[in-house]
């Protein structure tokens, strides 16, 4: 992209002045969610700082304290903090598990942005924490920048969690000198269900060790259970210095809450004292919101919406889709009228009209589920939209197939989907010549993850809207440990001139393992 201006990765004092700021070692003993009201002097932010929700203009600050406090920010176009800009946040208290979030505004288009966040004694402003610092670009105005983001998903998964030994989540740090725009976390940023064990002997006979927190001991129930799994990731060094640096797009699946969950579901699970999954669901989101930079959708009554766009500029639109909140129930999945599906009508409706709309080059549809590969849940029923059967669509299909049909009869170009959840990285590309289903034109899916979790085989294909798995890296057992295995991410690079958007899918160490490039306008490629 040579006529984007690419500014330099944030100076090692600002990122290390944001991460580092208590030892990682030391976190563990931070991480009561009541700390507080006893404890004498500073407020302090140990867990770092993240940014969200980026515009052309906007963003939203995250920090958390370690007792009450009050918020400030201030951002500057330097590192030095000349004429820096305040911006006074809301009070932080133990409602909120003591996170709060300030937006930003009137910030310029397309350039680095360098902030801290102080946290003052609420009842004495003068009394103030040591400064915690970040940095961030903002979207574009113009077509000539480019952009240029990363993505994946499932963190702490099956038992892997934060391994000192190993230095942590590593692959944070990797994908942090990247130097992304921004990071599309595609869901499962917490297994709330699956408690870590201090150690686990591999068939090498190697030991993965974990850090351990009270709430990674058994499955998340209460709020305090769920607010603890989203701190348990903020332990880690490598975590906190890549929210320090990249901003977050975050959305939610399954283990946020509980493995293959559904709105209705009653669990039977003995390790569960509640077992009413809505419940869960409503702890789960209130803390997955306490806990991620993610603003509520504009014109939205419900906080805990997860669906929503992200504009980035003139070349790209991100549709963050919730496949979890408004499905109908796992079954066989072969119901020959289907009108809940795996998006429910409303935000299908919203997802037609946003696409229509748009008027970005590429729109990414950023789904937590992938739409062709077989996802089992049990014996006999389904997890994903796909059900093994090849024939016309049935069940969740029908929904997809309705928004396929929508994408082609109103001519929406360049449309790819990205996701994660099966834990490897693949490329499938769908076509109407080789589907049952033939009323859509032919579209790309991507693969990736996990990033901090364990490795598992390739899933079937299901033939109904014809893909071809053109490419897949995948462990041959299950559950694979991040020891054993690379952990997978993609990137995506918008060329500003050809707009030409280019695909990658890349193995921790850095190895490029499949490349693809689309054409804008094109259908087909």
């Known amino acids: 992209m040579p006529h984007r201006p690419r500014i330099p990765s944030p100076g090692r004092r600002t990122v290390l002045r944001g991460s580092l700021l208590v ?10 969610s009541a700390p507080a009201l006893a404890l004498a002097g500073r407020p302090e932010a140990a867990w770092g700082v993240q940014v969200g929700s980026v515009t052309a203009s906007s963003a ?11 918020m400030l920010v201030e951002t500057s176009a330097t590192e030095s903090f000349r004429r820096a800009r305040s911006w006074y946040g809301p009070p932080i208290g133990p409602g909120s598990d003591f996170t709060g979030t300030t937006p930003l505004y009137g910030l310029p288009a397309g350039e680095q942005v360098h902030y801290r966040v102080t946290l003052a004694d609420p009842g004495d402003p003068r009394r103030t924490g040591k400064p915690v610092y970040g940095t961030f670009r903002t979207a574009p105005a113009r077509r000539r920048d480019g952009v240029r983001f990363l993505w994946s998903g499932d963190i702490a998964g099956q038992g892997w969690g934060i391994n000192p030994d190993i230095g942590g989540y590593r692959v944070y740090e990797e994908m942090r000198r990247l130097d992304p725009d921004f990071f599309l976390c595609s869901g499962d940023t917490v297994y709330a269900d699956g408690p870590l064990q201090p150690s686990v002997a591999l068939p090498d006979g190697r030991i993965w060790r974990n850090v351990m927190t009270e709430e990674k001991a058994k499955v998340a129930e209460t709020l305090d259970e769920y607010r603890g799994n989203f701190r348990y990731n903020l332990l880690d060094r490598n975590f906190r210095r890549f929210n320090a640096q990249v901003p977050s797009v975050v959305q939610w699946d399954d283990h946020e809450v509980r493995n293959n969950w559904y709105p209705g579901q009653i669990l039977d699970d003995a390790r569960y004292t509640e077992k009413n ?17 993610v603003s509520t959708p504009h014109g939205s009554a419900r906080r805990s919406r997860m669906y929503r766009a992200v504009h980035h500029g003139p070349l790209l639109d991100v549709f963050v889709l919730d496949m979890r909140s408004h499905r109908n129930r796992n079954s066989p999945n072969r119901q020959a009228d289907d009108t809940t599906g795996i998006l429910g009508a409303e935000q299908l409706r919203w997802l037609k009209r946003a696409l229509a709309e748009s008027r970005a080059v590429w729109k990414v549809i950023a789904a937590d589920m992938p739409l062709g590969l077989v996802v089992p849940d049990g014996a006999t029923d389904f997890e994903a939209v796909a059900q093994g059967d090849p024939g016309a669509p049935l069940g969740r299909e029908l929904q997809i197939a309705e928004l396929l049909r929508f994408i082609k009869h109103r001519k929406v170009t360049g449309t790819l989907w990205l996701t994660a959840d099966v834990h490897y990285t693949s490329a499938q590309h769908y076509a109407p010549e080789r589907a049952a289903f033939k009323d859509f034109a032919p579209f790309w899916e991507f693969v990736s993850g996990p990033l901090a979790a364990g490795g598992f085989p390739a899933n079937a294909l299901d033939g109904t809207f014809g893909p071809d798995r053109v490419f897949v890296r995948a462990p041959d ?10 952990q997978f991410y993609g990137e995506v690079e918008i060329d500003g001139d050809s707009a030409d958007l280019t695909v990658r899918l890349r193995a921790e160490g850095g190895a490029v393992l499949f490349t693809k490039v689309l054409r804008p306008g094109r259908t087909g490629q």
């Open 23 to 32: 030892p990682a070692a030391a976190l563990p003993a931070a991480a009561s």
């Open 477 to 486: 057992r299950a559950n694979v440990s991040p020891m054993e295995s690379p």
């Open 60 to 70: 939203l600050v995250w920090v958390r304290s370690d007792r009450p406090a009050r």
């Open 277 to 293: 999954v809505d419940i869960l669901a409503a702890r789960s989101a209130r803390a997955f919101h306490e806990y991620s930079p």
